[in-house]
């Protein structure tokens, strides 16, 4: 089984694994790979392909921004 990280353990770092990235967003691995595909935060070095949590934090602000606009309309 494999162990996922602690939340809190995320918040200090800026690129994630794909088990990281799942464990922040809540989503599954298939869906996170291609929604961070889809908002630009796939960062490929070497062969390695992690993930940029600072955009995944914008795009997830901007969600939250948007719903909250819908609601007050």
Wanted: glycine share 6%.
């Amino acid at each position: 089984m494999i162990k996922k990280k602690n939340v809190t353990e995320i918040e200090n770092k800026r690129m994630l694994t794909t088990t990281e990235a799942e464990t922040y967003t809540g989503l599954g691995k298939g869906l996170c790979r291609k929604w961070c595909e889809s908002i630009g935060a796939v960062r490929k070095i070497g062969t390695r392909v992690l993930f940029d949590k600072f955009v995944i934090d914008a795009v997830m602000d901007q969600m939250a921004k948007d719903t909250q606009a819908q609601v007050t309309e």
